[in-house]
């Protein structure tokens, strides 16, 4: 259960560029790219409780791993998490488009460290505990 807590948004690597393969408008990318996110993830077993708040919404997610599910952000997502070691993989493909979004979620330090892939893009977003 180490991805159990709150983490606060330390910065972004490439993240503006991510948004943009994904077909994201340049408002929408700016303001993404300063959403004070914050995250509180809840595991037990293998069922997940996810709450993501920022400056613009907020959102809850509950999920089990290996299990299929839909999210919505900008676009509806359909896919799921596993587990492999101690980091999470999740593979999700857009529901207008087909095209796959792979991300994972690791933990180094007292970094929750959440990377993206999207036709050959890579983008990551640093957490901090708290």
Excluded: P
């Excluded at 077993?45 to 959102?59: A, I, M, P, Q």
């Amino acid at each position: 259960m180490i991805f159990n807590g709150s983490w606060k948004i330390e910065r972004n690597e490439n993240y503006e560029k991510f948004m943009e393969q994904m077909g994201i408008n340049m408002v929408k990318r700016k303001l993404a790219a300063h959403d004070n996110l914050k995250i509180i993830i809840e595991q037990t077993g293998d069922k997940f409780h996810v709450k993501e708040t920022s400056n613009f919404r907020t959102l809850e997610i509950d999920f089990t791993l290996g299990v299929t599910f839909e999210y919505i952000s900008c676009f509806t997502l359909q896919g799921s998490w596993t587990m492999d070691g101690d980091m999470m993989k999740g593979v999700f493909n857009r529901k207008d488009n087909g095209k796959q979004l792979t991300t994972t979620r690791i933990i180094q330090g007292d970094e929750l460290i959440q990377s993206y892939n999207y036709e050959g893009v890579d983008a990551k977003r640093v957490f901090k505990r708290g």
